[in-house]
């Protein structure tokens, strides 16, 4: 995912891809490693349907709905950053 980023101009360096959605593999949030490591913290990935869910059993079905979960996650630890979606066409 991250040389698909880069050639797309994307600025990848100290950050990573984060898939909201196993299903959209080319629908991602570009996080610094922190974020990201604090977001899998707070979510899990269902192997059967490849969806993510909070850890009370949300089922995360926008990207829209990610966005608010994962900066409400990162509030919460304290960090303050962008949560930048990128759909790769």
Not at 59 to 72: L, M, N, P
Request: glycine share 6%; proline share 1%.
């Amino acid at each position: 995912m991250g040389r698909k980023l880069k050639t797309r101009g994307y600025d990848t360096k100290g950050k990573e891809a984060h898939h909201w959605n196993y299903n959209l593999p080319n629908s991602v949030f570009l996080l610094s490693r922190k974020a990201h490591h604090r977001i899998h913290l707070a979510v899990t990935m269902n192997r059967e349907d490849k969806c993510c869910y909070t850890k009370d059993g949300t089922k995360i079905e926008t990207a829209e709905q990610a966005k608010r979960i994962y900066e409400s996650i990162l509030k919460q630890s304290g960090l303050d950053e962008e949560i930048q979606l990128i759909e790769i066409v």
